[in-house]
Structure formats: structure tokens, C-alpha cells
């Protein structure tokens, strides 16, 4: 496919010749550029019953199930903030909104619990969004002291899912 600047180049072009329109099609896709028509105007209908077809039914395409890695945020807790466990502490937050999955599946156990020691590679946990399983990786080095989001719950972006005290 032509790059951006390819495409901007050939509408430089085409202004610049007597030509109105340029069609080109290429092995991964068709470009169709078309100059706009100054010269003939056409005044607006004032009022046109149009027959439109109804849009035909088409099915959901079929997804296996995906995984991505995604890095999640993190920040210390704030030290005004009641919330704010023990010093050495950092939250692991969602990086997108979806569903909160503690395990693989339902019958396995969970990726982490209190106690687990995690690495900055260690998955903790998954986050579906738009039929997209993405595994949540800890990117710090510690063991978790308390599990925050619940299991089979929606989670917004930003949204604390774990604490971790720091190794």
C-alpha cells in the first residue's frame, strides 16, 4: 500500500494537471482520488423519497480467544490518603477498562495471591476488553500483599487491582 506522503504527493499532483480523477489499483488495495467539482453546482432537492434498502443481517465474525501483554500503571500510594497501607508499597492499576480475571480459566487456580512473589514479567492477572484477553504483567519486583479487584468484576483504567510491597 502507498505511504501517507505517496498519497499526498499523487493529490499535490493532481492539482496541478488538467486531470479530475485518478484511480489506481495495486496488489493490497485500490486508491481513488477525485478532484472537487467547482465549476458545476447543483442546487440542493428540496424534498426526495429515496427507497433504501434494509441493511442485510451479517454475523458476528468468529474470535478465538486472544492474548496481549499490556504493562500496566502503577504509582506509589499517596501519603495523605487513608488508603495508603505501609511505606514500600506500590498499587498495580489497570491500564485499559474491561473485566478483572484473577486465573486462566474458571477451574485454575489464580496467577497471584497475598503472599505470591512477582517479577516484573510475572503475569498477575488478565483484563478482557473487546473479546481481547490481555495479560497484566506486575513490571515490579515484590511479593503481593493484598488483592484489590474482584475476580469476574468490570475495572476502569487507572483502577488499583493489586498492591505490592517492594523487594
Known amino acids: 500500500m502507498l505511504k501517507t506522503s505517496e498519497i499526498r504527493e499523487l493529490i499535490r499532483l493532481l492539482d496541478e ?3 479530475h480523477e485518478l484511480h489506481i489499483e495495486l ?3 485500490k486508491i481513488h482520488i477525485k478532484k472537487a467539482d467547482t465549476l458545476s453546482y447543483a442546487p440542493p432537492l428540496s424534498h426526495v423519497d429515496v427507497p433504501v434498502a434494509a441493511p442485510a443481517a451479517v454475523p458476528a465474525p468468529v474470535v478465538s480467544e486472544v492474548t ?8 506509589p500510594p499517596a501519603e495523605s490518603s487513608a488508603a495508603a497501607a505501609e511505606e514500600g508499597t506500590v498499587l498495580i492499576k489497570s491500564p485499559m477498562v474491561g473485566t478483572f480475571y484473577a486465573a486462566p480459566s ?3 487456580p489464580p496467577y497471584v495471591e497475598v503472599g505470591s512473589k512477582v517479577t516484573e ?21 515484590g ?5 484489590i479487584a474482584e475476580n469476574g468484576h468490570l475495572v476502569e483504567y487507572g483502577q488499583p487491582l493489586f498492591r505490592v510491597k517492594l523487594a
Open 121 to 141: 514479567k510475572t503475569v498477575v492477572c488478565i483484563v478482557e476488553a473487546m473479546k481481547l484477553m490481555n495479560e497484566i504483567e506486575a513490571d515490579v519486583r
Open 68 to 75: 496481549t501483554s499490556v504493562t500496566p500503571t502503577f504509582t
Open 143 to 147: 511479593e503481593i500483599v493484598e488483592v
Open 17 to 19: 494537471t488538467s486531470v
Open 106 to 108: 474458571p477451574t485454575s
Open 27 to 29: 496488489e493490497d488495495g
